[in-house]
């Protein structure tokens, strides 16, 4: 059984430029969550697709956008990118509607370098 | 504000001895919580949860966490470290909201592991 897995490994981009990251959730979960990790820091929260809508955010603005297809894959999609958005990028899912008591899988992360 | 706060940064540990590893959190009622290890290049695994019950929570690779709520903290640790436990480790709460995840993750304490 596939768990989490995310596309691309790394990604260099400049700023100003847009990236599109992908995720596909382990299977039979329907519902994806989008963390940015600086370096040295925890994970924080993005925000969570459930039947291809946006359910939650976190402190982050409007250039992060998202998307959850049918399959229950998602992107995270990033416009007029900054320095500041270098960052280790997590998707985690989960079953059960993402209800608070259930277990959030992570994938690996894309990593993501603005020059 | 809500917020968890994992006190040591960076901890040192010979290969053998015990591991506590401090968390505290401030919210207006007990969330659930949660340990998170990550590996280098790796995404986060879950190593226990707690939501409610027993205050002592067993996890996988021989981790235990106790819940305190006097002291509003919810330490991780292990009677025997092995190298292998080398790694970052993250604390994670979500508000017991009755609804759906927006997990707060803690700045984190990396592990170092000498023989």
């Known amino acids: 059984d596939a768990g989490v897995t995310q596309s691309p490994t790394h990604l260099i981009k400049t700023r100003g430029q847009q990236v599109t990251l992908r995720c596909s959730p382990k299977?039979?979960?329907?519902?994806v969550s989008w963390y940015q990790q600086a370096l040295g820091q925890g994970p924080q929260f993005i925000f969570q697709?459930?039947?291809?809508?946006?359910?939650q955010r976190g402190n982050f603005p409007d250039r992060f956008s998202g998307h959850q297809f049918p399959n229950y894959s998602s992107e995270l999609n990033v416009n007029a990118l900054l320095l500041g958005d270098s960052a280790l990028y997590l998707c985690?899912?989960?079953?059960?509607?993402?209800?608070?008591?259930?277990?959030?899988?992570f994938g690996p992360g894309t990593r993501l370098t603005v020059l | 504000a809500q917020s968890v706060t994992q006190p040591d940064i960076h901890i040192t540990v010979s290969e053998g001895a015990s591991l506590e590893l401090r968390c505290n959190y401030s919210y207006g009622a007990t969330p659930y919580l949660f340990w998170y290890v990550q590996s280098p290049g790796q995404g986060l695994q879950l190593l226990l949860k707690y939501f409610s019950g027993d205050t002592l929570v067993q996890g996988i690779k021989g981790f235990e966490a106790e819940f305190k709520r006097s002291q509003s903290s919810f330490n991780l640790r292990k009677p025997s470290v092995h190298w292998s436990d080398a790694a970052e480790y993250f604390c994670?709460?979500?508000?017991?909201?009755?609804?759906?995840?927006?997990?707060?993750f803690g700045t984190g304490t990396k592990l170092q592991v000498i023989p």
């Open positions: 994670a709460v979500v508000p017991f909201s009755g609804g759906y995840q927006k997990v707060t």
């Open positions: 985690a899912s989960s079953s059960e509607r993402g209800a608070s008591t259930d277990t959030q899988y």
């Open positions: 299977s039979g979960h329907d519902t």
């Open positions: 697709y459930y039947e291809e809508e946006e359910r």
